[in-house]
Each structure stands twice: as structure tokens, then as C-alpha cells.
């Protein structure tokens, strides 16, 4: 499964990458929820400033792919 798949269960719409995460549906909670199913899915480590940096599905998506290439 993809970062943007993954991201997609917890948006309101169907997320595209230059989408807004806030703008999506995707608050600070929500986030964190979103930032533990990655982790467990891909078997990664997200740090906070990492999670909340990151304003767009697109930065979010190059984020976790950058973390499972490691």
C-alpha cells in the first residue's frame, strides 16, 4: 500500500498530492492516528516535526517514501 492509499482512509476527499492537508480533513489528531497506522504499515519511524511539517499529501507521501527507502 502506498503513503497516499494509506492517507486516503483518513481524508474527506480522495487526496491528491498537491491537496492541503488540513483542507482534506487531516487535523493534528487526526495526524497522529494517520502518522501510527504508517508506521505500523510500513514498518517505519515518523518524528513529530517530520508529521507536522509536512502541509501537503504531496510533502507527507515524500516523507514516509524517503523513511521506507532508508
Known sequence: MTP???IARHAAVE???SDILT???ID???R???AME???ELGIHLSDAELFMASTVGDLARV???RVAA
Open 38 to 40: 504508517l508506521e505500523g
Open 64 to 66: 514516509v517514501e524517503g
Open 23 to 25: 483542507e482534506i480533513g
Open 4 to 6: 497516499i492509499q494509506i
Open 32 to 34: 497522529i492516528t494517520l
Open 28 to 30: 493534528q489528531a487526526t
Open 15 to 17: 487526496p491528491h498530492p
